[in-house]
């Protein structure tokens, strides 16, 4: 249902774009997002962006990530710049799914590995 890409590995200061696409049957998508998590705690809000464009950040990317969305391709993306070591994580994506159906339910990327390291 969702492909997540773009993960890697970074020097410091460096930049990745990730990007999420969702498939399938779908009617509409409300809200996207990016979340992070590393090893031993919970997953954590990066990023979100609402189907009319507005953006919500974690005080810790602020100035530095930037959550942006392709409705026609059904596709959020996440562009990090200014790396950190402490951005290393795996990232998730999440979409807000409204079916034909009616249905509307919350569906998670497998996630994606962001290593920052000289």
């Known amino acids: 249902q969702l492909q997540a890409s773009g993960g890697g590995l970074v020097q410091p200061g460096g930049s990745l774009r990730l990007s999420c696409a969702a498939s399938?049957?779908?009617?509409?998508?409300?809200?996207m997002g990016w979340y992070r998590q590393v090893p031993g705690k919970q997953r954590e809000l990066v990023a979100t962006?609402?189907?009319?464009?507005?953006?919500d950040y974690a005080d810790y990317v602020k100035g530095r990530f930037t959550v942006s969305r392709d409705n026609a391709k059904n596709t959020v993306y996440l562009q990090m710049n200014s790396l950190k070591p402490e951005d290393t994580a795996v990232y998730y994506c999440?979409?807000?799914?409204?079916?034909?159906?009616?249905?509307?339910?919350?569906?998670w990327g497998k996630g994606t590995q962001v290593t920052v390291s000289s």
């Open positions: 999440k979409v807000e799914i409204v079916r034909y159906s009616g249905s509307c339910m919350n569906y």
């Open positions: 399938g049957s779908i009617f509409s998508i409300n809200d």
């Open positions: 962006i609402t189907n009319g464009g507005t953006t």
